[in-house]
């Protein structure tokens, strides 16, 4: 397993999770109670457009590169943020941006440079703390958070086969435990079977109120593509679901994809 962020980031799909990221964190800003956020796969935090990983894939250029021209007002707390903070910021960053001073985040990565980086980022901000372990212990040994309240992101590289069965076990694991947080989880649209085993297994498990967000670029014919992708989220917060459903679409727009399977939308999984 050698998934390195730094030859993604800033693609279509870094925009999609992280528009959807800032509308979530902004969701959790309205009430005055701290919260704490936990980001189960955390990257390096900060990744260079210009180095020659991102060079060579050159995904930016038709993701955050396209979409900064954007106008649409759903997508400038976003494009705001990645503005201020550098092209381009991962998950941490963005949270750290929207955290208030009784907040925190806690960031797990089980790649070492992913977690030199990360202390590298925030060693001066006492609200964030880092762990070298992996996201399927997290969600047991970290949850609850003494806050209780807050989110979990939990963003898996895909690359083995069984990460979307991980991902549903590692869902339940986590809700069990923190019942009331919010719960987003990143995952790609390649083929449509295995999306569809992965939102029939959460439809038929007992947790109530996910919904789940996709953006496809294209009609899921070749598994070896990303075509597109989804944020499922659980326990939504109010009029999430359709300012999500806004901004997948504004994405969509941005980045100029049309034509066929070319679309967006907002799916309920399980009711409230
Ligand atoms: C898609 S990247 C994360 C990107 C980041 N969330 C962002 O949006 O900027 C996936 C990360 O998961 C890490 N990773 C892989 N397996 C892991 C595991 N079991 N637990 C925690 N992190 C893991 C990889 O090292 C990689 O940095």
Known sequence: MNYRHEF???????????ALLVSLMNALRLKPAPFCVLDTHAGSG???LESEAARRTGEANAGIRRLLDSTDPVLAPYLDLVRAIGLYPGSPRFVQALLRSEDRLLCCDTLPEAAVSLRRLFRDDRRISVHQRSAWEA???LLPPKERRGLVLIDPPYEAPNEFAQLADGLQQGHRRFGHGV????YPIKQLAAVRA???RMQTQPIRDIITVELTLREPLDPSRLNGCGLLVINPPYRFESEAGAIAA???RGLGVTGPGAGSN????TDE
């Open 8 to 18: 993604h980031a800033g693609n279509f799909a870094d925009c999609f999770k992280h």
């Open 46 to 48: 900060q990744y260079d």
């Open 139 to 141: 969600v047991t040994s």
């Open 183 to 186: 719960f987003a989880a990143w």
């Open 198 to 200: 992965f939102l029939d």
């Open 250 to 252: 504004a994405v969509l």
């Open 266 to 269: 907002v799916i309920r999984i």
